[in-house]
Nanobody
Framework: EVQLVESGGGMVQPGGSLRVSCAAS????????MSWVRQAPGKERELVAA???????YYSDSVKGRFTISRDNAKNTLALQMNSLKPEDTAVYYC?????????WGQGTQVTVSS
């Protein structure tokens, strides 16, 4: 059974930091491109960051320089380090795995940035 389980969300003040993680199982993690996608209330899902199976990274302009995506293929985990958080970063953050036509999603973790 394929599972993607996010953790580490919570509430933080503007300017603060938070690290969210995704534990993967049930598929060959190292062969998949992984990404973080977020969805704020009333808005469409937005690709935040991605990392290929080879380690190449991508960041949306809205988070570039503040967020860092990483993967540990030995532990089948994906992480997103978020620094200098802004209220507009408030959203549910989803872990996504992709390979060819296969897509897997986690259940999401809430990140709230508020004073």
């Amino acid at each position: 059974e394929v599972q993607l389980v996010e953790s580490g969300g919570g509430m933080v003040q503007p300017g603060g930091s938070l690290r969210v993680s995704c534990a993967a199982s049930g598929f060959t993690f190292s062969s998949y491109a992984m990404s973080w996608v977020r969805q704020a209330p009333g808005k469409e899902r937005e690709l935040v960051a991605a990392i290929s199976s080879g380690g190449t990274t991508y960041y949306s302009d809205s988070v570039k320089g503040r967020f860092t995506i990483s993967r540990d293929n030995a532990k089948n985990t994906l992480a997103l380090q978020m620094n200098s958080l802004k209220p507009e970063d408030t959203a549910v953050y989803y872990c996504n795995a992709a390979r060819n036509f296969l897509r897997y999603w986690g259940q999401g973790t809430q990140v709230t940035v508020s004073s």
